[in-house]
């Protein structure tokens, strides 16, 4: 089987006013007009999810939210349900980022609600593991990989894969500078998609789309995107810059 279609996802974390961001989602909306081969993904704070859809309606971005609830409304306060991320415009969630496993203490339980929450719903969730650097000098990053992948995956269907991107997102890189080798990378991706195979199937594992996130740069997406079981980027602090965004969708 051929690589799987590519995707490129902005995280924009606590960052962007309603102007702000609605300049840089006119501003990416215009450099992915005529993309047909990658998809674009921009995961603006909740604030501004509806200016943004609003903004990109016409174009081939999905937008989408930096968290989600698993319920569709009620006694939830600071949450965000699934079905207002719709009625924004959005249709996408990410889960279990590190940031909120590492500062809000988000375990794999509530990160697999969430996940099983926003697919229930309809949205497209990418599911974020990494491991530490203790974790990884430790030498347990494959038992770490392994862990928040069954997790967080637990009772998820086959057929809900369809709706399912990992990303793996080393902690150690994010927001760092550091940035893992390709070398590295791709291990850690061949690796999940092997524990992929083992939940479900060849199939499921083959499809399912395994993005690289961490200190992803103009200038180092092309060589990361060229490793086998890499298919796309996650990206923070260069996605909020429409020239470097948009020099990493255009990846080689
Ligand atoms: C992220 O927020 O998921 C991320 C990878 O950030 P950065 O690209 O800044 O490391």
Redesign the pocket.
């Known amino acids: 089987m051929g690589k799987r279609k590519a995707l490129i996802a902005g995280?924009w974390?606590m960052h962007n006013t309603v102007i702000e961001g609605c300049h840089l989602a006119a501003d990416i909306s215009r450099l992915c007009s005529d993309l047909t081969d990658r998809d674009v993904m921009v995961f603006p704070p909740a604030t501004i999810l509806s200016e943004v859809c609003h903004i990109v309606k016409d174009g081939p971005i999905v937008v989408g939210c930096q968290n989600v609830c698993w319920e569709d409304r009620g006694a939830f306060t600071g949450e965000i349900s699934p079905v207002m991320v719709k009625d924004a415009g959005g249709r996408a969630a990410l889960a279990g980022?590190s940031?909120r496993r590492q500062i809000f203490g988000e375990t794999d339980a509530l990160i697999n609600k969430r996940l099983k929450g926003g697919l229930f719903f309809g949205l497209q969730m990418i599911l974020?593991i990494g491991e530490t650097l203790a974790e990884r000098e430790d030498g347990r990053t494959f038992a770490i990989l392994e862990e928040q992948l069954r997790k967080g995956l637990d009772g998820v269907s086959a057929a809900d894969m369809a709706q399912v991107v990992i990303?793996y997102?080393p902690v150690w890189?994010?927001?760092?500078g550091k940035t893992a080798s390709k070398e590295q990378a791709q291990e850690a991706h061949a690796f999940i998609r092997g524990i992929l195979e083992q939940i479900f199937e060849k199939n499921i594992a083959e499809q399912t789309r395994i993005v690289y996130?961490?200190?992803?740069k103009p200038t180092n997406v092309d060589e990361l995107m060229a490793q086998a079981d890499i298919d796309g980027a996650?990206?923070?602090?260069?996605?909020l810059d429409a020239k470097s965004f948009g020099r990493i969708i255009n990846f080689k």
């Not at 890189?173 to 760092?176: D, E, K, N, S």
């Open positions: 995280n974390k980022h940031e974020c990303a997102e890189a994010i927001g760092t996130g961490g200190s992803v996650l990206v923070g602090g260069a996605a």
